[in-house]
Nanobody, 122 residues
Framework: QVQLVQSGGGLVQTGGSLRLSCATS????????MAWFRQGLGKEREFVGA???????EYGDAAKGRSTIARDNAKKMIYLQMNSLKPEDTAVYYC????????????????WGQGTQVTVSS
């Protein structure tokens, strides 16, 4: 079993930045990908970005150019840094894990964090 526990988030002003953390515990895997998704009110879950076991990254269109995903293997954590925030970035953000390579579909991820609300005020 794998547990993902998120921290960070909250209220941010337009133009500000957020840094979310996701701590992993439980089983470990050699070939896996960890990702960030978000879901706005009444919207589908959207791919933000992902990082695989080889530190390759991929970003969704909304996050590209202003987001960075990083991993600290020693602490078993991943991070999402997102800058130049806009009101449309308001959403619940989730970290997730899948066995295998980079993938943008939330259906391909088996393990999920509890979600954390990010609200960007205008």
């Amino acid at each position: 079993q794998v547990q993902l526990v998120q921290s960070g988030g909250g209220l941010v002003q337009t133009g500000g930045s957020l840094r979310l953390s996701c701590a992993t515990s439980g089983r470990t895997f050699s070939f896996y990908t960890m990702a960030w998704f978000r879901q706005g009110l009444g919207k589908e879950r959207e791919f933000v970005g992902a990082i695989n076991w080889n530190d390759n990254t991929e970003y969704g269109d909304a996050a590209k150019g202003r987001s960075t995903i990083a991993r600290d293997n020693a602490k078993k954590m991943i991070y999402l840094q997102m800058n130049s925030l806009k009101p449309e970035d308001t959403a619940v953000y989730y970290c997730a894990l899948r066995l295998g390579g980079l993938n943008r579909s939330p259906r391909e991820y088996s393990y999920w964090g509890q979600g954390t609300q990010v609200t960007v005020s205008s």
